[in-house]
């Protein structure tokens, strides 16, 4: 059974710090693309950073300096590092896994930036 659990969301001040964990089961985490997505309430679901099994990333340009994608292959895990954030980043994000025609999502976890 293929899960995707995120943590490491909360509250935080603008300027402030958070870091995102996915961590993966169920799947060859390895050849797996890995994606960070965001929805904010009314608003489509949108792109954050996005890293391939080769370690290639690419990043919305609302967060390209601020947010770093990452993933430990050892331990299964994709990270989401994001700096200097601002209310505008406040959303529930959630984490992806592609592969072919496989695309897993995990249950999301909800960032609030308070100004």
């Known amino acids: 059974q293929v899960q995707l659990v995120e943590s490491g969301g909360g509250l935080v001040q603008a300027g402030g710090s958070l870091m995102l964990s996915c961590a993966a089961s169920?799947?060859?985490?390895?050849?797996?693309?890995m994606g960070w997505y965001r929805q904010a309430p009314g608003k489509q679901r949108e792109l954050v950073a996005a890293?391939?099994?080769?370690?290639?990333?690419n990043y919305a340009d609302s967060v390209k300096g601020r947010f770093t994608i990452s993933r430990d292959n050892a331990k299964r895990t994709a990270y989401l590092q994001m700096n200097s954030l601002k209310p505008e980043d406040t959303a529930v994000y959630y984490c992806?896994?592609?592969?072919?025609?496989?695309?897993?999502w995990g249950q999301g976890t909800q960032v609030t930036v308070s100004s």
């Open positions: 169920g799947i060859g985490f390895n050849i797996f693309a």
């Open positions: 992806n896994a592609k592969w072919d025609i496989n695309d897993y």
């Open positions: 890293i391939t099994a080769g370690g290639s990333t």
